[in-house]
T-cell receptor, first 113, second 114 residues
Framework: SQQGEEDPQALSIQEGENATMNCSYK?????LQWYRQNSGRGLVHLIL?????REKHSGRLRVTLDTSKKSSSLLITASRAADTASYFC?????????????FGKGITLSVRP | DAGVIQSPRHEVTEMGQEVTLRCKPI?????LFWYRQTMMRGLELLIY????????DSGMPEDRFSAKMPNASFSTLKIQPSEPRDSAVYFC????????????FGSGTRLTVV
């Protein structure tokens, strides 16, 4: 079952604009991660935010986490055509050392040149 | 490191045939995961291993699916007999332990069962 639900399902923006993608989840988490998948390729880990963190940055990426609302957002600033991909949030629950990641269904981002 | 290596990249087989997918994780990673991705169901975790031992195989759809990890550098996912509904992209991923690490995915095997 999907723990993380991304929103919107698809997003189309112009190059240079910012892209904001949201993820909501249901149960308590240990951390939340965002991945990117280019067409025909495997998923690539972008950023991890722990449950005791509220915001994290990596280059043009900014991730926020609101555990009270069980939600996270991924912001890509100054988007580029190369950012066109599917983006997935994944949650790791607090169920011990062998807990696993559960992925959402993903958001398709199109950045128009 | 060359990353997680999966083979073959593409596999087309006839219904009823046995299919074996292969994965070489990143050296030093002690977790290995097999996922299946389809448009309808998204990414589904099939099974994962810790230190070569299967931990959770609750996602394996049927007895037709089996997975092994005979050593730290190799794992297989076998489907026997294959059916058209098994058509999907199968990903292998590996990770360090501790919960605070992301997964490294392979490029996947696109399986088509006709």
């Amino acid at each position: 079952s999907q723990q993380g639900e991304e929103d919107p399902q698809a997003l189309s923006i112009q190059e240079g604009e910012n892209a904001t993608m949201n993820c909501s989840y249901k149960t308590s988490i240990n951390n939340l991660q965002w991945y990117r998948q280019n067409s025909g390729r495997g998923l690539v880990h972008l950023i991890l935010i722990r449950s005791n963190e509220r915001e994290k940055h990596s280059g043009r990426l900014r991730v926020t986490l609101d555990t009270s609302k069980k939600s996270s957002s991924l912001l890509i600033t100054a988007s580029r055509a190369a950012d066109t991909a599917s983006y997935f949030c994944a949650t790791r629950t607090n169920s011990g050392a062998n807990s696993k990641l559960t992925f959402g269904k993903g958001i398709t981002l199109s950045v128009r040149p | 490191d060359a990353g997680v290596i999966q083979s073959p990249r593409h596999e087309v087989t006839e219904m009823g045939q046995e299919v074996t997918l292969r994965c070489k994780p990143i050296s030093g990673h002690d977790y290995l995961f097999w996922y299946r991705q389809t448009m309808m169901r998204g990414l589904e975790l099939l099974i994962y291993f810790n230190n070569n031992v299967p931990i959770d195989d609750s996602g394996m759809p049927e007895d037709r699916f089996s997975a092994k990890m005979p050593n730290a550098s190799f794992s297989t996912l076998k489907i026997q007999p294959s059916e058209p509904r098994d058509s999907a992209v199968y990903f292998c991923a590996s990770s360090l332990s501790g919960g605070g690490y992301g997964y490294t995915f392979g490029s996947g095997t696109r399986l088509t069962v006709v």
